[in-house]
């Protein structure tokens, strides 16, 4: 059988990042609760708890470097990727993570009890309607839509100094081409995520004016 905690500290460690204890047993147990509700709420496709770590933890960890201290929007978080993931490892962060789906964000609610994160704060909204009292420094996503959607459905959460940064698989130069005048890419990043042979980029975007 595969060691979890394991395969999560070791892929933690070749990407440089350092996990405490707490921060380990706590993304070990938000991956179980992962896998719990996911049988009855079909949080994600994934089932196979090693590929989980891999393509849930290690996967979202990997844009770690790039998250400065802030207050972050997680746009279709989902069942939790990467807006957890990023919370526990920033708890002097604030995370607001998104979604339209009310199962996933009554899951999202229950992960914020039970591990008390109390710098992450749930919504259920699709997101051109929702409007919070004050904007954001960075707007993160990952499989949530093409590039064009992504900032024009969050533009009015945004700064001039508001980044976007937008997980993706392959370089995405077509979607790059649709996207609005105003907006250019600060720069990209190829991650290479520990037990996936996967293309994943990061490719982070900002405002001209
Ligand atoms: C493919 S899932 C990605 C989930 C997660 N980020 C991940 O990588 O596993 C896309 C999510 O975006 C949500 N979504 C789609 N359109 C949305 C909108 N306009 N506003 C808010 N959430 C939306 C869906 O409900 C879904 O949970």
């Known amino acids: 059988m595969v060691d979890h905690a394991r395969q999560l500290s070791r892929g933690a460690e070749q990407m440089g990042i350092a996990l405490s204890e707490h921060q380990a047993e706590q993304l070990l147990a938000y991956m179980a609760l992962l896998n719990k509700w996911n049988k009855a709420y079909n949080l994600t496709a994934v089932r196979d708890p090693n590929e989980m770590v891999s393509r849930h933890l290690l996967d979202s960890l990997s844009v770690l ?86 900032t024009e459905l969050t533009r009015h959460l945004s700064t001039p100094q508001t980044r976007w940064l937008a997980m993706k698989g392959l370089y995405p130069q077509d979607e790059l081409q649709a996207l609005a005048d105003d907006f250019r890419v600060q720069r990209s990043v190829e991650l290479s995520v520990p037990g996936s042979d996967a293309s994943r980029h990061l490719l982070v975007l900002q405002r001209t004016a």
């Open 65 to 150: 470097p790039h998250v400065e201290q802030g207050r972050w929007l997680d746009v279709g978080s989902g069942g939790g990727m990467p807006g957890v993931i990023l919370a526990i490892m920033l708890p002097d962060s604030d995370f607001t993570l998104l979604d339209s789906n009310g199962k996933k964000t009554r899951f999202l609610t229950q992960v914020r009890l039970e591990l008390g994160l109390d710098n992450m704060q749930v919504v259920n909204s699709r997101v051109e309607a929702f409007s919070p009292d004050r904007p954001f420094d960075g707007i993160v996503s990952r499989a949530f839509s093409s590039l064009a959607d992504f």
